[in-house]
């Protein structure tokens, strides 16, 4: 999985300049950053992987179907027309 970088001097620098105090402000930073490093992000190679299966799977029903209409359709048309 991905890491994201995080500037915390500028997180710091933005809430100082919101009204915030240098100590509450590097807490709340702190906060964040620890929050942020737990979360799961995914990148689009990982998404990728993970959905190849899915696809292929998908891509032979299409077949399977096609397979499966034609047979319907020459049965119906034998129906219809019979030699």
Request: no cysteine; glycine share 8%; proline share 2%.
């Given at each position: 999985?991905?890491?994201?970088?995080f500037d915390t001097l500028k997180f710091?620098?933005?809430?100082?300049?919101?009204?915030?105090?240098e100590d509450r402000a590097k807490v709340?930073?702190?906060?964040?950053?620890?929050?942020?490093?737990?979360?799961?992000?995914?990148?689009?190679?990982?998404?990728?992987?993970?959905?190849?299966?899915?696809?292929?799977?998908?891509?032979?029903?299409?077949?399977?179907?096609?397979?499966?209409?034609?047979?319907?359709?020459?049965?119906?048309?034998?129906s219809f027309f019979p030699a």
């Amino acid at each position: 999985m991905a890491t994201t970088s995080f500037d915390t001097l500028k997180f710091v620098e933005k809430l100082k300049s919101g009204g915030i105090s240098e100590d509450r402000a590097k807490v709340i930073s702190e906060a964040f950053r620890d929050a942020s490093g737990e979360a799961e992000l995914i990148t689009k190679k990982d998404l990728q992987i993970e959905l190849a299966p899915v696809r292929s799977d998908i891509s032979l029903i299409k077949w399977m179907m096609g397979i499966l209409l034609g047979g319907v359709m020459a049965l119906l048309l034998k129906s219809f027309f019979p030699a």
